[in-house]
């Protein structure tokens, strides 16, 4: 990987590779851009087959989080971190400390939080080295809920925009991944009306699916090719690629799993073929409006993050309208969105205050 030639595509401004040999530690930490103020962005961890493939995800991760954040009129930025190995081997207070402390190193630069196979148990350790981080259980806690709240906002103004009504009650949703977002996410379309197709690697927690919620569980890969309303994401990401993209049959896809489109033409096709994508980083921006108190100082307000995650289903309505104003795919929509914030902010920042 020629690392300069993949910072310049997109204007990365930092690439951290942290190592310490006796917590066992290996973590990149990826800044993508701070113009609108220090760069967020979770910490996961997963068992990457190459350290090549822990840079490309801490990469796009860190990316997608600068338009979220932008999308969703925050004034920070964008980052992301990838601790590699497998989670239920690695994880100590030793190794989390470690992480700790190279995050404090960059004085601020880089906020981090919860991801994928990260705790707040965990998140604890690491607080204990920096108070670079968000999300702890005495502030604003697990994000997860609020995360399953904007994209039942995002389905919502999907449904809007394809049928002219916010009403879920009858309509089929189908969700990949029943994990921190994921669940409460069926829990809230099953509430609200919604049948459910759902799957997951827990065969457990299919059956409690089909218990509690009165969903239809299916294999991993049937997910792709049932009839629904919605296809909804949420587990990792790249999922929307040459071999599922033919098995669709959902008019709208919105979904909490990041990076969804494995390439970008395959935004594209889907345009092509009517499927109303409900641009990921737009959908699930939630998890950040929930710890933007912490970033900010304040006390943690439930009900007025709830009220600001709502805000998500007008957000994806402004998508839906520069998609037809441009006649452009929803993805390149929301990058537009995004950048006119950025770019406007730029300006606002050239004006000298020592």
């Not at 530690?25 to 910490?43: E, Q, S």
């Not at 148990?121 to 259980?137: A, F, H, K, P, Q």
């Not at 697990?142 to 925009?161: D, H, R, Y």
């Not at 309303?229 to 799993?257: H, M, T, W, Y």
Request: proline fraction near 2%; charge should be negative.
């Amino acid at each position: 990987m020629e690392i300069f030639k993949k910072l310049e595509e997109y204007d990365y401004e930092e690439l951290i590779f942290c190592q310490d040999k006796s917590s066992g530690l290996k973590a990149i930490i990826a800044i993508h851009d701070t113009t609108l103020g220090p760069a967020l962005g979770g910490t996961r961890i997963w068992d990457y087959e190459t350290e090549e493939e822990a840079v490309e995800d801490a990469l796009r991760l860190a990316r997608g989080m600068t338009y979220k954040n932008a999308a969703v009129g925050l004034d920070i930025g964008g980052a992301k971190a990838v601790i590699i190995g497998d989670p239920k081997k690695i994880k100590s207070e030793e190794l989390f400390r470690a992480f700790g402390r190279f995050v404090e190193g960059l004085n601020g630069r880089y906020i981090t939080g919860e991801d994928m196979n990260v705790t707040t148990e965990d998140m604890s350790y690491i607080n204990r080295e920096t108070n670079y981080l968000v999300g702890l259980e005495e502030n604003s806690g697990n994000p997860s809920p609020v995360t399953a709240f904007g994209v039942f906002k995002g389905i919502q103004a999907g449904l809007n925009e394809l049928y002219g009504s916010d009403d879920i009650n009858g309509k089929t949703v189908a969700i990949q991944g029943l994990g921190a977002v994921g669940w409460p996410l069926a829990e809230l379309l099953h509430e609200a009306g919604a049948k459910l197709i759902v799957t997951t690697r827990d065969q457990e927690t299919i059956a409690k699916a089909e218990e509690e919620l009165g969903a239809t569980g299916v294999g991993l890969d049937e997910i792709y090719g049932v009839e629904c309303d919605v296809f909804s994401p949420c587990a990792r990401g790249a999922i929307i690629n040459d071999s599922s993209i033919e098995q669709l049959k959902c008019k709208i896809i919105a979904g909490s799993a990041n990076n969804q489109l494995a390439e970008s033409r395959h935004g594209d096709i889907l345009d092509e073929k009517g499927i109303l994508y409900v641009p990921d980083y737009v959908v699930n921006s939630g998890g950040v409006i929930n710890v933007i108190d912490d970033i900010l100082g304040r006390k943690y307000n439930r009900e007025k993050t709830l009220a600001n995650a709502a805000k998500i289903y007008d957000s994806c309505k402004k998508v839906f309208a520069i998609a037809k104003r441009d006649n452009i795919p929803t993805y390149k929509a929301a990058d537009i969105m995004a950048e006119e914030r950025i770019a406007a902010v730029r300006k606002v920042k050239s004006i000298y205050n020592k």
